[in-house]
């Protein structure tokens, strides 16, 4: 198993996410909902450790 460079810059909702490629992607989290741009994918943050995921396909 190799090692995995990730990194995360929050900048108030938004979250610029890094690997050792640099830039990957940036996401936006408002309360307990989050969308990443990405995988296109909508969560939803319930209790405890699980969460609600619903992706949106590319076209």
Partial sequence: ???VFRKR???GPL???FTENG????????GR???NSR???????LPG???WK????RS
């Fill in 39 to 45: 995988s296109r994918a909508h969560r939803y943050d």
């Fill in 1 to 3: 198993m190799g090692l």
């Fill in 15 to 17: 979250i610029l996410n």
């Fill in 23 to 30: 830039y990957s992607s940036w996401s936006l989290k408002i």
């Fill in 49 to 51: 450790p699980f969460s």
């Fill in 33 to 35: 909902w989050s969308w």
């Fill in 9 to 11: 810059k929050k900048i």
């Fill in 54 to 57: 619903q992706d949106k396909s």
